[in-house]
């Protein structure tokens, strides 16, 4: 039977016949006299090899140990000894346009990717909306047989249909996935994430105090997804695409493992710079020639900073550090479960980060992310405040741009621009059974859109002409298997255009052309992240602002060849274009965070009042009612016990930015939490008595916002019960342009990282009486003028009981 074909042994039980030919066994007038036949079930191809994505966040060419790093990642080194790393991966700077480049193989422009969801714009090239035309490698091997799962973060769907008003066509079980479990936006607190099990939000199964993080969370259903379908059909391939939220925002990892680094960071970034850059000349990780950018002039001088300082960011990067190698470890208890059933040999492994090391820790490190999408800065008191409690639960913290710089070495700048230090990542391919060489390194130019072909190739499988009834676009990647074997053979991907919030770039055959905006820095531009470039502008650009590099002498561009290769400089500005025009990149939009507060389409019409139901799942900020820097209102009807009630009645946000409103001690309470910088709590006069109530705050704005400074607008809270003055203050200043990074809106509770600290409550925070409903109104029209609404309100609610 081992020399049979496996189709041949599958069919010496029951006779098939495949989808299309006709049935082939025999129909006679009765059972006796007839043959039955059966129509085939989908089979991948005898032998096939599974596939494995992880896609780290945030990971810089010079964050793992095998690239030259001193941070410890044992098990990532093992992957590159058994395989190959190379050292030309190219992203697009961003993490949402990346991994559609991963997942498709299209250009970030051609999957409507310019920037993350969240910064859509109304254009083909960047509305956020990956064409169904641009099928993902799941879906396509969905059709050969396989299994297919996703772990962790998604951030491909458009931030508007995240909801469970769906649709639901573009979460990861409408995209050829048949589990998932994960969170659906760009990043998610460690401890308290927003998780989504196919396609219904679920809880963490434990908390911090039990010992909870996301990573080994995710590694456990990891398993159990490959487990659960290997044990009923051990033959049958998965395609896994793992994806933890490790190393973005928030730096979270339980204290020993951040402790191991303790000392490790003390000299400085240009210390790790200088130190990272001699290992990655020893490993052959960059050229022979290559001289290592120069310290940036939006970095601190380490040697400058006071002892305080020395000592905050040496601890955030310890815990940055610590962190990774938790993820390491994660990593490798995955791949030791591949080995373990034996399946390790036969999985075709690619392992990479979707951009450069982040700077969304501004200048000084934060402990509050969210502090960089308001614009709001960071304050050095605070931070050192937070020093022993960074890495944990409480905040959501990020190293300053000194590591920012320092994990990307030996390359210029950082994740959002398309400089090297931007969009050159490590990427590590391995598979035992089908690729010989092991621990090599290959140079050969690659991009993200590779991957799927390159996989395609190894596997043997055409890109189909249609999936589902439609019909494909054109992968537009290269395949690197011509590498696997051959150090010397020459990259197929020649040409390669980036572009990111106006920052661009392009590659051809080993030259590099590089329009920096807002500029080589924030310092010698005068210009910061977001500042707009208009018309006039790009062709002043376009004269004046292009800078050429020669890699092949050069791979840390490091001299600027524009006025002394001129004819060459004007071919690739001319090349840019004529990508551009080919992938839809056009406009150009240079607005930064500012993007992120533009209005969309939405799935329901346009309103002014909303109504919510407790017990339902967490409503999206994206898809509830804009309530920032505008007058608005928030009424439950709510039932409290004759012994009282505590709790919270609605809450939006969580330890990043939000509000929440509640009763403690009897009173009604708001408390509203300006970035995690400052904390308001206003409450009422007295107790809420027992019985039926609308319960409700009222936000009027008295100023204006100062998007541009971090400053939502000012107003007055007023507290009442029934439509009567309980209570009521100041908010001195708002989140202007987001509340949190991923909680969103709920009835009833204020779960996962909470609005307000623990001197207030602790969550979830589930209110003890009854909510009926809630109603959210932006008419800006006053519940104390508007007794006769209230009435009607709290009517109505309890006709619905």
Known sequence: MSNLAWDEVIGM?????KSGQAFNGVIGRTFDVSEPAWPSPLRAKEGAANVLFIVLDDTGFGHLQCYGSPINTPNINALAKEGLRYTNMHTTALCSPSRSCFINGRNHHSNGMSCITEGSIGFPGGNGIIPFENGFISEILLEQGYNTYAIGKWHLTPTEQTSAAGPYSRWPLGRGFERYYGFLGGDTHQYYPELVRDNMQV??????????????????????????????????PFFMYFCPGAQHAPHHVPREWADKYAGKFDKGWDHYREETFKRQKELGVIPENTVMSRHDPDVQDWDSLSADERKLYARMMEVFAGFLEHTDHYIGELIQFLKEIGEYDNT?????????????GGPTGSVNENKFFNNVPDNLEQNLKALEDIGGPKYFNHFPWGWTHAGNTPYRRWKRETYR?????????????????????????????????TVLDCLGVEPPATIRGVTQAPIEGFSLKNTFEDAAARGLHQTQYFEMFGHRSLYHDGWRAVCPWPGTSFVESGRGFGDPIDHDKLNELDAEGWELYDLTNDAAETVNLADKEKAKLIEMIGMWYAEAGKYN???????????LGLERPQIAVARTKYVYYPGTQVVPSSAGPRLLNVAHSVSVHATIPEDGAQGALFSIGGNDGGFCLYIKDGKLTYGYNYVADQRFVIRSDGAVPAGDHVLSFEFEPTGKPDLAK??????TVKLLVDGEPVGGGDL?????IQYGLAAGLVVGCDNGAPVMLEDEYLPPFNFTGTIHKALVDITGESLEDKEEMI??????????Q
Request: proline fraction near 9%.
């Open 203 to 236: 809880e963490p199964e434990a908390t911090p105090e039990e010992g909870y993080h996301l990573t080994p969370d995710l590694v456990e259903k990891a398993k159990a997804m490959i487990a659960d379908a290997k044990q009923v059909a051990p033959q049958k």
């Open 348 to 360: 075709l492994i690619m392992l990479v980060s979707d951009n450069g090391s982040s700077a969304e």
């Open 585 to 595: 990149v056009l406009p150009i939009d240079s607005r930064g965070t500012l993007r």
């Open 732 to 736: 001195p200043v708002t989140v202007p």
């Open 710 to 715: 971090g400053k939502g607008a000012p107003g």
């Open 13 to 17: 039980a029951l006779k098939e016949y």
């Open 791 to 800: 009435a009607a309100y709290l009517k109505a609610a309890m006709a619905r």
């Open 421 to 453: 230090g931007g969009v050159s990542d490590p990427f590590i391919i391995s598979w035992p059974n089908g690729i010989k060489a092991k621990g090599e390194v290959r140079t050969q130019f690659c991009h993200g859109i590779d991957m799927v072909p």
